[in-house]
């Protein structure tokens, strides 16, 4: 729908950038902290890229003051964050960590004397290591009280002073590498029974805090974010575009019909009933995923790619693919399950040196789907490319890549935004480079590069400005005017 009549970008757009408690902080074991299901997972050798870890990361805990000054220098509007859950809660639920409170008021405190809205991730995948010691962590019931109580201690010590509140970060990824391809804790795969267990957990843990949430933080905003993978069928055979709509309930909806309507999409919950592994329901069930949806505030999307979809018989490809770490190009593999779908490359687009397609048009197919089928306001909650950068002899980093992949993507947004969408935020990923949990170090994400090195003994960690860096700067300046 390309019109003549340009609008701008919304008053009060929420300029920002994100980042996530296990890549950024370091100080795994400070103040008291307890670790993490990932403090576990990364010491097994094989589990990462050159078995790199998040034990200093790029060590935010000890720069605070130095990057939310970097933050202010380039005049961000809003700083995503998560919080490490193992922080407040180190050993017990029974005992809060008054430390690792401290940390995150300093934090909040900081982002407010300089203007930016902190948002916080209550959620980005570093549970207590104790919880999945005392009973399996996500597999259990349990968690959902625990979940609560962790959230309601957030709501209440950080309340008057945030407003953005994130509960859970991409449920889809967490889960699916978590339970189905091993590839994060705990390690499973192919529980598939066990997998949509999980995620009936998590959705209900979710809507207990978002419901807390009513009463502790009146005028706050509360959702979840959600790895939206757009999809397009390859061709329009008409056995494609059911595959295409198989992947997408499977894939999309499966999540966000949940946090948006309270209720997993039908014919997924058929086929999944028919296979045997659907989610058991519990008394309460239902009616707590859909009061809760009722009060979903936005819906968070982390974006990087879109899908292509094909028809994968019965006897076609088996494999959740193989997950490119290294950024050798072309390493990837096409996933499929057989019966619905497959995934090939997409051949109209570029890709990432991780095999990443680049696809900024996605970003707006996804919002205009958000749009028309949950009415929502959205927030992206992540968007950003991986690669590698150069730190030159002056201390310059040249990276017009990033700056093409944010641009395009920005422009993107805003004809979402010209077409009805009710955008909100946009958080590139990420703020500084930052650990990427499988790619180690090499994989850079940031406006800031960092000196932190898988190679190094004792990386200096000292922040430069990358070209991109001063990009950002401009566009928040001019409101998004500089875009075009
Ligand atoms: C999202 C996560 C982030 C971040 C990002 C980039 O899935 O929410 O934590 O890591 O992806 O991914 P990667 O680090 O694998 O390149």
Request: charge should be negative; proline fraction near 5%.
């Amino acid at each position: 729908m390309m019109q003549a009549n340009k609008t701008a970008f919304p008053e009060n757009f929420l300029w920002g950038s994100a980042s996530a408690a296990y890549q950024v902080e370091g100080a795994w074991d400070a103040d008291g902290k307890g670790p993490s299901i990932w403090d576990e997972f990364v010491k097994v050798p094989g589990t990462t890229y050159k078995n790199t870890n998040g034990d200093v990361a790029v060590d935010h805990y000890h720069h605070l003051e130095e990057d939310v000054r970097l933050m202010a220098e380039m005049g961000l509007k809003t700083y995503r964050f998560s919080i490490a859950w193992a922080r407040i809660f180190p050993s017990s639920m029974d005992e809060v960590n008054q430390k690792g409170l401290d940390f995150y008021h300093k934090l909040i405190d900081l982002c407010l004397e300089n203007n930016i809205e902190p948002m916080v991730t209550i959620y980005h995948w570093d549970l207590p290591l104790f919880l999945q010691q005392k009973y399996r962590g996500w597999e259990s019931r349990e968690v959902i009280a625990d979940f609560k109580k962790y959230a309601v201690t957030l709501f209440e010590a950080y309340g008057s002073k945030v407003k953005y509140w994130i509960t859970i970060n991409e449920q889809n990824i967490f889960t699916r590498m978590g339970w189905m391809t091993a590839q994060h804790p705990p390690k499973m795969s192919s529980e598939e029974k066990l997998y949509y267990q999980v995620n009936h957990n998590v959705f209900l843990a979710h809507a207990e805090a978002v419901l807390a949430f009513q009463d502790l933080v009146p005028g706050g905003m509360i959702g979840a974010s959600f790895a939206l993978h757009p999809s397009y069928a390859i061709d329009c055979k008409p056995e494609n575009v059911v595959a295409k709509m198989d992947y997408d309930d499977l894939k999309n909806y499966w999540w966000m019909d949940v946090y948006a309507h309270g209720r997993y999409p039908k014919a997924a919950m058929k086929y999944l009933q028919t296979k045997g592994v659907a989610p058991e329901f519990e008394p309460g069930d239902a009616e707590l995923l859909a009061e809760a949806a009722k009060h979903v505030d936005f819906m968070g999307v982390n974006y990087y790619r879109s899908d292509v979809v094909e028809y994968n018989p019965l006897d076609g490809v088996d494999s959740s693919g193989v997950f490119n770490t290294t950024g050798e190009k072309g390493s990837m593999t096409i996933p499929g399950v057989p019966g619905l779908y497959k995934n090939p490359l997409n051949s109209n687009l570029p890709t990432t040196d991780w095999d990443w397609t680049i696809d900024p048009i996605g970003i707006r197919i996804g919002c205009r789907d958000i749009t028309s089928r949950y009415n929502l306001p959205i927030i992206i909650s992540e968007n950003g490319l991986g690669a590698f950068d150069t730190l030159e002899e002056d201390g310059s980093i040249h990276d017009p890549y990033r700056i093409t992949y944010l641009a395009e993507h920005l422009k993107e947004i805003k004809l979402a935004i010209e077409e009805g969408s009710e955008v909100l935020a946009y958080c590139t990923w990420s703020f500084t480079d930052l650990l990427s949990w499988l790619n180690g170090y090499q994989k850079r994400y940031g406006f800031v590069y960092v000196d932190q090195y898988e190679e190094a003994v004792e990386p200096s960690l000292k922040r430069y400005k990358k070209d991109s860096y001063y990009w950002y700067k401009d566009i928040i300046a001019s409101d998004g005017e500089t875009l075009f």
